[in-house]
Structures are given as structure tokens and as C-alpha cells.
């Protein structure tokens, strides 16, 4: 009894000597992901993704290194530019390890030294820049950083891909300065677009008022021009229809005598200036009238007009009689009923009367 419990007791022993050996020699490494081994205390080998062997007791894992591109953020530093302000930077480094064996043997902790080796540097990069510059050249300072922790990571078996600046913050006093000045040059920039638009659009007007003037102006010398043109025709039909309807003095009058209630016409006081001739021409044609409404049967008055002196007699007391001046001939006035001798005659442009427009001129 005591014999079968002994041998129990040895049989579990060496199962568990045997699952332990087995799970100290039988490594499994993941992909992207390589073992540094040491062997008795020193550097043996490293293991690459797979089922690995490793010797008990001789063989232990020292690291474990993720070979993929990691991110590392840090929080914001205090920097101060050039012109003597304060503001808060924060960052974010992508960095690739390369070498294992240099990252486990060259560098205890290499995160905490690209944060440290990031912030001097950063100091030194932005501490020779103004704040204006250091908010618009943040592409100039990554490339910076990138090129000196590059260069100071490679012997630690690590590549720095780029280095970004995710918030450059200036204190609240410089930030409401910026505010103020960013709206001051936002109202100038509107006063100065506002100016430009109201003086575009007063060059616009008067070029506008301009155009209009010269277009008028042409519009009423053309009309002028047609006007003038369409009197001298009409007044050239007139005169040309008054020598070919071959018109008398007595017809001449008589239009006349229509045309005076319309030169009459109007509210304006007028003076009227009558030729000398009309009075003529009224008496010719109550002569004309007259005799057209005489019977036939009853001859017309004596013409004394042909010269003869006409003596009435002489009352007792009554000195001489003057005598009468002696005819000079037919009376050139062709409206002159008493004038035997008087017809139709050709008029000439002297004997046209005027027209109501000529007496407003």
C-alpha cells in the first residue's frame, strides 16, 4: 500500500518535471514581434516569429521587442519663442524599433528618452523663432525635430518617422491680444473692401451718367437735325405749290385772314405788326364780294382811277378846293378793285406771307 502511493507521488513528479521542461524549451513568438534570448547571462540569440526551442535553465527570454510603427504622445511643454512669450506645446513621435538587440542592450527606457530628447530639442528649435513664425512653420519644425531625433535614435536600433505638433497654445493674455489684433485687421480689411466698392461703384454711375449724356445729346441733334430737315422740305413743297397753283394777291389774303384766329390764339398777350398791304387786300376783297353779289343788269360805279380830275362844285364862300394830285398811272397794288388795269400777276418770295411759326420766332 505505502509502495503504490510512492510510486504515484514519483509518476506526478515527473509529470510536472516534464510539463515544465516542456514549457521553458517550447516558445510560440508571434508575428512582428522578435525575442532577444540570453544564455547563462549573455547575449545568445534572437528568435524570430514561429515555434522555437530553447535549452531549460540555459536559455531565458531578456525582451520581447514589437517591431511595428508605435505612437507615442506626450503632454504639453512649457516653451518660450524668441520675443519672450510663453506657450504650451504638445507632441506626438511615430517611431519604428530596427534592432532589438540595440534597443534591449544600448537604451533602458527608450520612450521616456525620445520624450526628453523631443522637449530639449524643441526648446532649442522653438526659443530661436518669434510666435507668428512658430504658429505658421509647423511643418519646418517637424522636420526639424524629425532630422535631430533621427539622428540621435539611430544607435539606439530606432527610426523616427515624424515628429507632429499637435497644439501650439500661447497664454489667455497673448491669445485675446491675437483675437483682438486678427478682428481689428478683419474690420480694416471690410472698411478697406467697403471703400473699394462705393468707389467702383461712383466710377460706375458717373461713366453710367456720362454714357447717358452723350447718348442724349446725340438723340436731340439728331431729332434737331431731321426737324430742320422736315421744315425746309415742307416750307420747299409750300413754295413749290404756291408757283405751280399759280396763286393771286386775292387768295393770298384770304388764307391770311384764316390764319389770324389761329395766331391769336393763346393765353400770352401778343402784339401783331399788319403789312401795309392788307388793309389793300381787305378792301379788294369786300370789292370782289360786292360785285359778285350786284345784279348783272346793274352796271358797276364809275372808275375814276384812270387819271381824269373830279371837281365838285364850289360853295359860295368857300375858298379853292386843293387840287387833287394828279394820277401817276395804274395802281401798282393788284388787289385795287377801282384799278381797271389790275390782274394776276407771278408773285415773288417778298409777297409770301408769314405763318404762325414764323410770328412766334
Excluded at 505612437?71 to 524668441?82: G, H, K, L, M, Y
Amino acid at each position: 500500500m505505502v509502495g503504490t502511493v510512492a510510486v504515484i507521488a514519483v509518476l506526478l513528479i515527473a509529470v510536472l518535471l516534464v510539463t515544465l521542461f516542456l514549457s521553458r524549451s517550447i516558445q510560440i513568438i508571434p508575428q512582428a514581434t522578435q525575442v532577444v534570448v540570453e544564455r547563462f547571462g549573455r547575449y545568445s540569440r534572437t528568435l524570430q516569429p514561429g515555434l522555437r526551442l530553447l535549452v531549460p535553465v540555459a536559455d531565458t527570454v531578456r525582451n520581447s521587442v514589437d517591431m511595428r510603427e508605435q505612437v507615442a504622445p506626450f503632454p504639453p511643454q512649457e516653451v518660450i519663442t524668441s520675443d519672450n512669450l510663453l506657450v504650451y506645446i504638445d507632441w506626438v513621435v511615430y517611431y519604428q524599433v530596427t534592432d532589438p538587440v540595440r534597443v534591449t542592450y544600448e537604451i533602458q527606457n527608450y520612450v521616456q528618452a525620445i520624450e526628453y530628447l523631443v522637449s530639449t530639442t524643441l526648446r532649442n528649435i522653438v526659443g530661436g523663432m518669434e510666435l507668428e513664425r512658430t504658429l505658421t512653420s509647423r511643418d519646418d519644425v517637424n522636420n526639424e525635430l524629425r532630422d535631430t531625433l533621427d539622428s540621435a535614435t539611430g544607435r539606439w536600433g530606432i527610426q523616427v518617422k515624424r515628429v507632429e505638433l499637435r497644439t501650439i497654445q500661447p497664454n489667455r493674455d497673448i491669445t485675446e491680444a491675437m483675437e483682438k489684433q486678427v478682428r481689428a485687421e478683419r474690420e480694416r480689411r471690410a472698411t478697406v473692401l467697403q471703400a473699394e466698392g462705393v468707389k467702383q461703384a461712383e466710377i460706375l454711375r458717373a461713366e453710367g451718367d456720362r454714357q447717358s449724356m452723350i447718348l442724349k445729346a446725340e438723340g436731340e441733334a439728331k431729332a434737331a437735325e431731321l426737324r430742320a430737315g422736315g421744315e425746309a422740305q415742307a416750307i420747299r413743297k409750300v413754295f413749290g405749290a404756291i408757283h405751280e397753283g399759280d396763286a393771286d394777291s386775292k387768295l393770298l389774303s384770304y388764307q391770311y385772314l384764316q390764319m389770324l384766329p389761329k395766331l391769336a390764339d393763346g393765353s400770352s398777350n401778343k402784339m401783331w405788326i399788319v403789312p401795309s398791304e392788307l388793309g389793300k387786300a381787305v378792301e379788294g376783297i369786300g370789292g370782289a364780294f360786292a360785285n359778285m353779289a350786284r345784279p348783272n343788269n346793274v352796271p358797276p360805279p364809275p372808275d375814276f382811277g384812270g387819271g381824269e380830275e373830279v371837281r365838285e362844285p364850289v360853295r359860295p364862300g368857300a375858298g379853292p378846293r386843293p387840287s387833287a394830285a394828279p394820277a401817276a398811272g395804274p395802281n401798282p397794288s393788284p388787289l385795287n378793285p377801282r384799278n381797271p388795269l389790275s390782274g394776276p400777276r407771278r408773285l415773288s418770295p417778298a409777297d409770301v406771307l408769314f405763318t404762325p411759326e414764323d410770328d412766334d420766332e
